[in-house]
């Protein structure tokens, strides 16, 4: 079995900075991409950002130029860096990734439970 296991989520002012982080678990053979989407009341599950295994990174416009993925592959760990949080960034963060099981001929995406990011303006 794998497990994704986020933390770092908190609350902040507009303008601070917090770091997420995901960390993969279990019988895990091997990890493709890694990204985080995040999730705000009302509102659908929506891509904040993407990285490869080959460390290719794709975001969302809106986070352009304040969010930073990147990851650990020896740890299967995925961290996002996010700068100059606005308001709008509050929502419960989620990692997903895609994995491959050990004895398993499938790759599948597993996701965490989500940490919530909190912004006060």
């Known amino acids: 079995q794998v497990q994704l296991v986020e933390s770092g989520g908190g609350e902040v002012q507009a303008g601070g900075s917090l770091r997420l982080s995901c960390a993969a678990s279990g019988s895990i053979y091997s990890v493709n991409d890694m990204g985080w989407y995040r999730q705000a009341p009302g509102k659908q599950r929506e891509l904040v950002a993407i990285?490869?295994?080959?460390?290719?990174?794709n975001y969302a416009d809106s986070v352009k130029g304040r969010f930073s993925i990147s990851r650990d592959n020896a740890q299967n760990t995925v961290y996002l860096q996010m700068n100059n949080l606005e308001p709008e960034d509050a929502a419960v963060y989620y990692c997903?990734?895609?994995?491959?099981?050990?004895?398993?001929?499938?790759?599948?995406?597993?996701w965490g439970k989500g940490t919530l990011v909190t912004v006060s303006s």
């Open positions: 997903k990734s895609v994995i491959r099981e050990s004895r398993a001929p499938l790759w599948k995406d597993y």
């Open positions: 990285i490869t295994n080959g460390g290719s990174t």
